[in-house]
């Protein structure tokens, strides 16, 4: 087994119990899984121990443990009665706790302002429910591992549709969840045919009002645009394809390559595809593919589930997920460029012959699943983003491009190396063009395809994530569909140069390829976003240089507000630069309290200060927000309003608008404080420290 440095310090902080080693871990999990079956067990060994496969993160963790709860993905229903709602809340405390995630899909809510009857009162609808459980999450950690993630669902149709779409536009909310409109076809197609829709009450299922497809389907690519998010899940592919034809899917785990009925569970597991040669291919991969089978399947019966119900729900289909990771490397070894219609073809051979192999194995098991079909299993594979198990495993990520040839790391000791794909340095010594420094200049921006010095074949193989055309990642996410059961986790990746229109044509390509679902990320679209396209590296923040004071023209426009603090009225002025950003902040108070002026004086003082030397507007604005409890507790938080909306003044999206000018700020990883890569699917893993918000 071939650990690098990295992949060791992930087992050290996530998996590995005290005293443990990395042996210990695999000889833990197969004697768990497997501990009345002597071949299987050893097998279930090597496999893990040579890194071919690896059950998902919850059952590295947890299996031999006492109560061990073995499951990634869960979904609960939430239904339109406060009990449930908090009793749901409850639940996903204890799925939380245990190491899982867990989906909602909130369409059953009423709609903000509808008449409750038991109370004669009005609701706050689906998405004042969604802040509840999202700081009821903040609290909880997986596991003791990792903090709770969550996917929120709203159907297209629901009433309050526009709301829950900006309800993630400020970046600062809702941050334990993913979500995603479910969208039906009924839907597409009245957008294709720029017709309205129809907008139906959650509770009576009566129709309420005709709205303008496109409305919303603008709306949706916007604020996609800006943010990535929200995803879509196309709801009627999800169920077109299901064993289960009476009972229909609504809403998917956190990163959404799981579509399950409620309290369903599932586990996950993935086959690193770029371990194979053609020989294993054909000799090793069908074997190892159905001795995978039959781990997922021991872990349903040797689960210890969160709640009974859960249990019932999950052995009734048993669903499993074996998926793959590596397809990156696994296509350079075949000389395939990712962006090609023969790497295409080779991935929907691949999950073929792994579907295949599967279908074989869950055929052996007994008696047939439904009238459908003869398999005991509902679902048998599905493609996981695989944060931390391609950490472990030494490949590239799930279905995803490489994200770099090269990068520089930094591990919890603090030392930095860099780190170059094994591929590509192997080409690069034979041919006698590896150098230092060219790595070095590699590590500027990951991507080869500007580097003269390598010769043009090994520059066409070596595409990363950046030179692919968003059609192209789509195109491979549908390839790979074709034969995954559930669904594929895929960053659509765009550039920052991408238009809201780009956005519109991917979500519209995808539907018609037939993805289950799509989620973009178009890069320098967030201002905490978590890495930049320029010079930026996967675990090395980069700083701006703040020291540098904007001089200060002039004349200058201004606005003034009147504002209304429990320390009497202020006008706030803010006056702005000639583009429109905002540059200083002034308060005059019309009120006797000295003490109040004087913290009001200094608030806008040092607000002024960070303007006038390149602190971001929403920055500034999120910062001040957080002040609670305080006597001028409404004057920050006003003067934070007003910032927004100066800041808002500048952000319409329109062809003319260059989102290279957006200034960056990194998100620091939880675990070890460096910068986070891009998301995967919605699910953010840390690269150097194994950190992971869903898993």
């Known amino acids: 087994m071939e650990l690098n440095r990295t992949a060791i310090n992930v087992l050290k902080k996530r998996y590995l119990l005290p005293g443990e080693t990395s042996i210990d871990l695999f000889h833990r999990v197969a004697n768990c899984i497997f501990p009345d079956d002597k071949e299987d067990r050893e097998n279930a060994f090597d496999i893990m121990h040579n890194l071919r496969f690896l059950p998902n993160s919850p059952t590295l963790m947890n299996a031999g443990k006492e109560n061990g709860q073995l499951s990634a993905c869960f979904v609960l229903p939430v239904h339109d009665s406060m009990d449930n709602i908090f009793s749901t809340l409850k639940d996903a405390a204890l799925i939380h706790k245990s190491g899982g995630g867990t989906g909602f899909d909130f369409s059953e809510l009423r709609q903000k302002g509808a008449m409750v009857g038991s109370t004669h009162g009005v609701s706050s609808g689906p998405v004042s429910f969604m802040r509840v459980y999202d700081a009821a999450t903040e609290s909880i950690k997986q596991g003791g591992t990792r903090r709770g993630a969550n996917m929120g669902v709203l159907s297209v149709h629901h009433p309050d549709i526009e709301e829950f779409i900006r309800c993630k536009s400020d970046l600062n909310s809702l941050n334990n969840f993913n979500i995603s409109v479910s969208v039906t076809d009924r839907f597409m197609d009245a957008v294709a045919e720029n017709r309205d829709y129809e907008i139906i009450d959650p509770v009576t299922d009566n129709l309420l009002s005709w709205v303008p497809a496109r409305k919303i389907f603008n709306l949706l690519a916007e604020e996609a645009w800006r943010t990535g998010e929200p995803g879509i899940i196309f709801i009627d592919t999800v169920n077109r394809y299901t064993l289960h034809p009476y009972e229909k899917i609504t809403a998917t785990n956190p990163c959404g390559e799981t579509p399950l009925l409620p309290y369903e569970s599932c586990n996950l597991g993935s086959i690193d595809i770029s371990k194979y040669n053609e020989w294993a291919m054909r000799v090793m991969l069908p074997k190892d593919v159905k001795l995978a089978v039959r781990f997922l399947n021991n872990v349903i019966d040797k689960n ?13 289909y048993r669903k499993i997920g074996l998926g793959i990771m590596g397809l990156a490397d696994f296509l350079i070894s075949r000389g395939l460029r990712y962006d090609s219609e023969d790497a295409l073809d080779k991935a929907k051979e691949v999950m073929f012959d792994i579907r295949h192999a599967a279908g074989e194995q869950s055929a052996v098991f007994g008696a047939p699943l439904t009238t459908k079909s003869m398999l005991n299993n509902a679902t048998l594979t599905t493609v996981a983003p695989t944060g931390t198990l391609s950490i472990i495993a030494g490949c590239s990520s799930g279905i995803e491009p490489l994200y770099g040839v090269a990068f520089k790391r930094t591990i919890l000791d603090g030392s930095t190396f860099i780190e170059v794909n094994k591929q590509f340095e192997k080409i690069a010594r034979d041919r006698g063009f590896y150098s230092d420094k060219l790595i070095e200049e590699i590590c500027e921006s990951g991507s080869i395809q500007h580097i003269k010095a390598i010769p043009e074949a090994v520059r066409n193989l070596f595409v990363v994530a950046k030179d692919i055309s968003p059609w192209w990642h789509i195109k491979m996410q549908a390839a790979v569909q074709s034969w995954t059961d559930n669904a594929v986790s895929k960053t659509i990746n765009m550039p920052s140069s991408a238009t809201v229109e780009n956005v519109k044509n991917a979500f519209t390509t995808a539907h018609q390829l037939g993805c289950k679902g799509i989620t973009i990320y178009r890069d320098g679209s967030r201002e905490n976003q978590v890495l930049s396209n320029t010079k930026a590296t996967p675990v090395v923040i980069e700083t701006k240089d703040y020291s540098a004071k904007t001089k200060r023209p002039e004349v200058l426009d201004g606005s003034t507000k009147a504002i209304r603090t429990s320390e009497g009225k202020f ?3 803010i006056n702005s630069l000639p583009d429109g950003s905002p540059f200083e902040v002034f308060s005059t108070p019309n009120s006797k309290g000295k003490e109040a002026a004087v913290s009001a004086e200094a608030i806008c003082r040092l607000v ?18 957080k002040v609670r409890n305080q006597s001028l507790l409404s004057l920050p938080h006003n003067i934070a309003k007003c910032l927004s909306r100066e800041k808002e003044k500048q952000e319409v999206p329109s062809e003319k608008y260059d989102p290279n000018e957006l200034p960056i700020l990194r998100i620091p990883c939880p675990g070890c404080g460096l910068a986070l890569p891009p998301t995967n699917g919605g699910c953010t893993t840390c690269p150097s420290c194994g950190w992971s918000k869903c898993g």
């Open 608 to 625: 002024s200060l960070a303007l006038r030397h390149g602190i971001d507007t929403k920055f500034i604005a999120q910062q001040l927000e």
């Open 571 to 573: 006008y706030i002025t």
């Open 304 to 316: 210890h589930y969160p709640l009974e119900v859960i249990e019932k729900a999950t052995k009734k």
